[in-house]
């Protein structure tokens, strides 16, 4: 096994290296830790009344352990997810046609929904016991995370480069290694990059989802969400700036253990071959290449592979590619039939399940809600797009300041923003505010990052020859922000305004009501609509709601982001 | 087709080619050819060119007898059977390299060996064996991103060798390399090929450098367009190596070009004037900057009016999927004449190269409205609208009738192109839309 002459085995021979120790010493802290967090998860449900969580910061760190386990529960379900029906996507084009349009009504529907419709199913999966609710609250995750991994991937399964298939065919590469060795690398740089982008989505939700109320249901699951709903019934501020502080330090872990590494390794699948920045890199990943332990298990685990490759193939030659392409094209077509039929069904049971008991009223008012929270959203991206836009170009031609302010941007779109909404809240009440108009901003804190961060990057990417034919020109003032500035920075703007409204129709439902203590606050909006039907466990007007959002948010895209999107790419993209 | 020079009709054959013929289907429904009726025999020891234009259908049949992709008609045999998919002992190097980027020189060339399912210590040994004899040494656990374009395709050679093919395919592997590192390659793989060190036993050479097939083939099959077919084949009997400089040379080259540009019969050019009658005409993409360029050169001494392509071709640096189009072009727009491998202007060529902008945009202008149909065709629609505007979709559609998708866009940009240095009529490139006014 020791042929292949790689990166990993590159590692001095003889006596355990600090690499190894580093290694040991991280890997034995990843194995305590699932072990201590995943304690709880077959405790009986009633054990959540019996132990009730406290206030005590000393609490926290168990708390936050249950919630990043969750995290990572559900960023492997969307892998695999992504995996499988990306690829059933790309490779079908039949199904794609399908599956495409299916993930893009997925990706519009808020995410909070899904929890509430399937709560109970997933309760009922585990009667009794705690890990029904730790399944809804880890597809809540995923559905904060997939739908964009997958996406990402069907698009780099699509643009893998003709020659690359050829070459890989041409060798005759399985399928199952075509997708291992050719396609997984090629689509991994992106992958990577939108399950970070999804992160933020994440931590986001499992706050929400670890404090629930679906009508009669109500759960409590132990962690950093059901502490903050906790401190925020007991209107404990001291409470809540612990768990930000706590956050902060996980989100900061997370980074550097996980992310950091994934991104550094991602780097080497990156196609354009010409050297350009430099190479991101990563404390861990050093630690984990330089060890020969880890090496050693990498082989291992390679080989194992391998043998579940050769074991999945069929045998060359067992039978012609001709019929074996038939054969594939009708397995095809009959799960296209299936999923066709599926989708069908299940537009009929809405339909049914909603008419009898909604009348045009019930719709005309959800509509009207829906555009009263359009404005708000579009009101602040403005808002928004004014301060940070200008902030993003000033900090973009400095890279010394760049170098600084992006990772902090890119930090502070990761951190769950509704950890924060107790201050605001609280000081709401306390000036007694309008809440219709002092509840907005809080949809949008969290996601203007991905304004100021998209347009830092633009920016920065703006080649020098052109900052110099401007001042060679003596290009100044308004001219240059109009003539250059602006348009130079117009795609990447586009996609971070494109990112900050999905977040911020998605944080409509948490953030139009809010409370502290015994204060109920609720802006007009279709996201308090969704919120409130949620608490009286209403499902038509759950669903109703979902819809209606769902329509605005596809609507939006089809009509706006993506035709501006596109106009942006093609008129002001330099290459 | 089986007049080849070193190898009699009893030696055996490695591959076989009956009238394979390739058809797309087109957005219409109907059916595009793109290869037709193309026959083609390599025996063990040759080197076989397909030269021909972007276009002429070689890199498909390539792709044929690679089994990437499956005939409309016809049939590849390889050692007797049929090709069904792709067959071991077929290897190819691609123009692009296509190397994974993630995968080190070792890794990339011992890719091949390992869907083979060849013992580990033996793809080790095959491996460095094959990087070793490209001269890729020391260069084993290098990624490819850290290569020069050279070593990059030595890797391709190295990847297609170590699987110990018996026909290599090469997909125009040096064109995109520069000319030095483009020789130094053509000639290593010419030794190695000469004394025999590599496991292969024929190959399959695209290219559209004439001078490179002259170097490298035994045999050259030349390639017409619309649709790609063979139109002719020479044998190249120089003695290896061969000298670019030997008369024997320059004039095989001469003599290629003379069949690549003739006038009568089943020509190779991609233009023909008998068949532009219609707006249906192929319009290549040349730049207007081309096209006064080779006019003023011509007209200019030493040439004055009367040029040989293969000079003026080195003269100005292009390769022939440069100057032929500029050519024909030229010849379309009766400024200029192809025959026998020369190119002369006529009185308007001559007059457009000594005129001042103005003066060339009229004349230009005239000889565009009147010898390309589809300019005409737009410019009478444009005068008969009220708006005196067309999208262009409407003009696409029709050429759609009759060539791909993709030909048909280049068409529309060949001919916008030209007829803003005529200005003739207009271009939104943001809507789409042909008129008649000036932008503002």
């Given amino acids: 096994m020791t042929s292949t002459r790689t990166a990993w085995s590159t590692a001095s021979r003889g006596a355990p290296s600090r690499f190894d120790l580093i290694a040991f010493v991280l890997v034995v802290g990843l194995f305590a830790f699932f072990a201590a967090a995943s304690k709880g998860v077959l405790a009986p449900i009633s054990s959540l009344d019996v132990t009730p969580i406290s206030l005590d910061p ?66 009922s999966l585990a009667p009794g016991r705690v890990l029904g609710a730790e399944f809804a609250a880890v597809f809540i995750i995923f559905t904060s995370q997939a739908w964009n991994m997958a996406f990402s991937f069907y698009q780099s399964l699509r643009t893998v480069p003709t020659e690359l298939t050829e070459a890989a065919r041409s060798f005759r590469l399985s399928g199952w290694s075509r997708f291992w060795r ?22 986001f939700f499992v706050v929400a989802s670890e404090a629930i109320t679906v009508g009669p249901t109500t759960v409590t699951l132990p962690g950093i969400g059901a502490y903050i709903d906790l401190a925020i ?22 980074d550097q253990l996980l992310f950091r590494p994934l991104v550094a390794w991602s780097d080497r699948f990156r196609f354009d071959s010409e050297p350009g920045a430099p190479a991101p890199s990563s404390w861990v990943l050093d630690a984990l290449a330089g060890s ?109 300041v760049a170098r600084v302010v992006q990772p902090v941007a890119q930090f502070l779109a990761a951190f769950p923003n509704n950890l924060l909404f107790p201050f605001a809240v609280a000081a709401i009440v306390n000036f007694k505010l309008n809440a219709n108009i002092w509840l907005s901003p809080l949809m949008i804190l969290g996601t203007q990052w991905y304004i100021l961060f998209n347009v830092v990057a633009g920016a920065s990417a703006m080649p020098t020859e052109m ?55 609720s802006a007009t909006g279709l996201g308090s609509y969704i919120a409130h039907a949620t608490t009286d466990g209403d499902f038509h007007r759950i669903v109703l709601g979902t819809v209606t959002m769902s329509l605005y948010v596809l609507l939006i895209n089809r009509l706006l982001w993506r035709p501006l999107y596109y106009y942006a790419e093609r008129k002001f993209r330099l290459s | 087709m089986n007049a080849t020079p070193k190898t009699s009709a009893d ?170 590192t483009a020789e130094t390659l053509r000639t290593d793989f010419l030794d190695l090929w000469s004394d025999g060190r590599m496991p292969i036993q024929g190959v399959i050479l695209v290219t559209h450098n004439i001078e490179e097939a002259v170097q490298m083939c035994d045999r050259i099959l030349v390639f017409a367009t619309n649709p790609g077919r063979i139109v002719s084949e020479i044998a190249v009997t120089i003695p290896r190596p061969r000298d670019r400089n030997d008369p024997a040379f320059a004039g095989l080259v001469e003599q290629i070009y003379v069949e690549m540009t003739a006038k009568k019969g089943r020509t190779a050019s991609r233009i023909s004037p008998a068949s532009g009658s219609g707006i249906d005409t192929i319009l290549p993409r040349v730049s207007s900057n081309i096209l006064a360029g080779l006019l003023e050169t011509v007209a200019a001494p030493p040439f004055s009016g009367r040029a040989d392509l293969p000079e003026i071709a080195s003269e100005l640096t292009l390769e022939i999927d440069e100057l032929f189009p500029a050519a024909e072009t030229l010849q379309m727009l009766r400024f200029a004449d192809l025959e026998g491998g020369d190119i002369h202007l006529l009185p308007e060529g001559i007059a457009f190269a000594g005129a001042e902008v103005d003066e060339r945009k009229k004349l230009f202008a005239r000889h565009l409205l009147a010898y390309v149909p589809l300019a005409a065709h737009v410019r009478r629609v444009l005068d008969e609208r009220r708006t005196h505007a067309a999208p262009s979709s409407r003009f696409l559609d029709e050429l759609e009738d009759h060539m791909s998708p993709e030909v048909a866009e280049e068409t529309i940009r060949a001919l916008v192109s030209w007829a803003r240095y005529a200005e003739i009529f207009a271009y939104d490139d943001e809507t789409g839309q042909f008129s008649l006014e000036n932008p503002t």
Avoid: C
């Avoid at chain 1, 386990?69 to 499988?84: D, E, H, P, W, Y």
């Avoid at chain 1, 996507?89 to 995410?111: F, M, T, W």
């Avoid at chain 1, 689509?187 to 399950?195: A, F």
């Avoid at chain 1, 209107?235 to 956050?247: F, G, P, R, T």
């Fill in chain 1, 467 to 521: 900052r110099h034919v401007s001042n060679n020109f003596h290009v100044k003032g308004w001219l240059w922000w109009r003539k250059i500035a602006l348009p130079a920075v117009m795609p990447f703007y586009v996609t971070g305004a494109i990112t900050a409204s999905g977040g911020s129709w998605n944080a409509a439902i948490v953030a139009e009501v809010a409370s502290w203590g015994d204060q109920h606050l």
């Fill in chain 1, 233 to 254: 019934r007991q209107k404990d501020l001291h409470a809540v700036s612990y768990a930000i502080l706590a956050m902060l330090a996980v989100i900061l872990v997370y």
């Fill in chain 1, 292 to 400: 020969r332990l880890i090496a050693r298990s990498l082989r291992r685990l390679r080989g194992f592979g391998r043998m579940l490759g050769a074991a999945i193939r069929v045998a060359p030659g067992s039978s012609s590619p001709d019929v074996a392409a038939t054969n594939a094209e009708n397995l095809d077509r009959i799960a296209t039939g299936v999923l066709a039929t599926l989708i069908g069904l299940a537009v009929w049971q809405a339909a049914w399940f909603l008419a009898p008991d909604l009348g045009w009223q019930d719709l005309l008012s959800t509509f009207g809600l829906g555009a009263i929270t359009a404005i708000r959203v579009f009101a602040l991206i403005a808002l928004a797009s004014l301060v940070w836009v200008p902030v993003g170009i000033y900090v973009g031609l400095r890279p010394k």
């Fill in chain 1, 58 to 123: 000393a609490q926290l760190p168990y708390l936050v352990a249950r919630s990043t386990l969750r995290m990572l529960a559900g960023l492997l379900l969307s892998l695999l997810f992504t995996f499988t029906y990306a690829t059933w996507a790309a490779k079908s084009p039949r199904a794609g046609r399908i599956l495409i349009p299916v993930l893009d009504v997925l990706q519009s529907i808020p995410i909070l929904t899904f929890l509430s419709v399937t709560l109970v199913f997933f309760m």
């Fill in chain 1, 182 to 203: 050719l396609e997984v690398p090629f689509g991994m740089p992106p992958l990577v990059w939108n399950m970070m982008m999804s992160m933020s989505g994440g931590w």
């Fill in chain 2, 11 to 180: 030696t055996p054959v490695l591959l076989d080619v009956v009238h394979a013929s390739k058809s797309f289907t087109k957005g219409d429904g109907g059916d595009l050819l793109v290869l037709d009726d193309v026959n083609l025999t390599v025996r063990p020891g040759e080197v076989v060119g397909l030269l021909g234009r972007s276009g002429s259908g070689k890199s498909t049949l390539l792709r044929l007898i690679a089994g990437l992709s499956k005939p409309s008609g016809g049939r590849v045999n390889y050692l007797g059977k049929p090709v069904t998919g792709p067959a071991e002992g077929i290897s190819m190097v691609f123009q692009s390299f296509a190397l994974f980027p993630w995968l080190t020189v070792y890794e990339n060339v011992a890719l091949g060996l390992e869907a083979m399912h060849i013992a580990r210590d033996e793809i080790r040994r095959r491996s460095l064996a094959a990087i070793d004899l490209i001269g890729l040494d020391g260069f084993e656990s290098a990624y490819p991103r850290e290569l020069s374009g050279g070593m990059r395709q030595r890797v391709g050679f190295a990847r297609a060798l170590v699987v110990h093919p018996n026909i290599l395919l090469m997909d125009e592997p040096f064109s995109a390399l520069d000319v030095l």
